[in-house]
């Protein structure tokens, strides 16, 4: 006999795939989930488990929180749009089966999506992003302040302003656009995960530069070689000899290599980050 309550909430949520913790109120995977205003309730418990609380229909427009770093189940969804409103650290939110808005608030969030990405389309609106299902049912899930996606098999960042701009416009400079392809997806994801952890772009450049791995793609690591390097990251092309004099005087005037680096990826001059935002930058 299950408990009651909270106290068989909690019972319940250790046996279920997906949890997560409202206060004091737990909430179920794979449940159909009752929204009031006030408290939050269970509307379709499954046999074992009594009910928190009396539910009716969710109302559309019920707003829902989360409790930070707690993953919250959301069940049901096909009685109008659900709302969840993250906290303001960083939220990791799940999509059930229905259509819901998210509004993560502050810090970096992430929507957890129950199938690969092929299964879904992806589409910048004025607000944010909405993603849709596609084939079968085209639930919808409108995206404001979310900065991340996680499908089956890869993610997807949105925050241009934030680590993922951040690594785009690093690994543009310091290994060039090719490195943005599919292929190198977990590069991105790797430089990401360097930005959230709070590295500074310096900071990263100054590790980098020193790097017997990129010193061997410069050739050597005296300053013209940098340079030259660089340069043609950056643009592809060979620099003349004039551009390499003007550029090595900073080095030799005392701005350091990662200094150099941290600069020309700042600028992005090779990343077209408001391409990028229409799509988010795919990663692992
Ligand atoms: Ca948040």
Redesign the pocket.
């Known amino acids: 006999m299950p408990g009651q309550g909270i106290a068989g909430g909690l019972h319940a949520a250790e046996q279920g795939v997906q949890r997560g913790i409202l206060g004091s109120i737990v909430l179920f995977g794979n449940h159909q989930l009752g929204f009031q205003l006030g408290p939050l309730v269970v509307e379709q418990p499954d046999a074992e488990i009594d009910p928190i609380a009396l539910a009716g229909e969710r109302p559309a427009g019920a707003e829902l929180a989360v409790q930070q770093g707690f993953q919250l189940a959301t069940g049901g969804g096909d009685d109008g749009v659900g709302n969840v409103s ?6 990791i939110l799940t999509v059930g089966v229905g259509d819901y808005a998210f509004d ?4 970096t ?1 992430t929507v957890v999506f129950p199938g690969d990405v092929a299964s879904y389309s992806v589409e910048q609106t004025s607000t944010g992003y909405t993603i849709t299902a596609i084939g079968g049912n085209d639930d919808t899930a409108s995206l404001t ?1 979310i900065e991340r996606v996680q499908f089956t098999d890869e993610k997807i960042a949105f925050d241009m302003g934030g680590s993922a701009g951040k690594a785009v416009k690093f690994i543009g400079a310091a290994l060039g656009t090719e490195f943005l392809k599919p292929a190198y997806d977990s590069i991105k994801g790797q430089a990401i995960a360097i930005f959230d952890s709070g590295t500074t772009m310096k900071q990263l450049s100054d590790i980098v530069v020193g790097h017997p791995d990129f010193i061997k793609l410069e050739g050597t690591n005296s300053n013209t070689d940098f340079v030259k390097y660089i340069y043609r990251t950056i643009t592809g092309q060979v620099a003349s000899e004039s551009d390499v004099t003007i550029l090595v005087k900073y080095l030799n005037d005392g701005m350091t290599q990662g200094d150099f680096l941290a600069a020309a990826a700042d600028l992005g001059l090779n990343v077209d980050l408001v391409g990028l935002a229409k799509t988010g930058i795919d990663y692992t």
């Open positions: 993250g906290t303001t650290g960083d939220d993560g608030g502050a810090g969030d302040s």
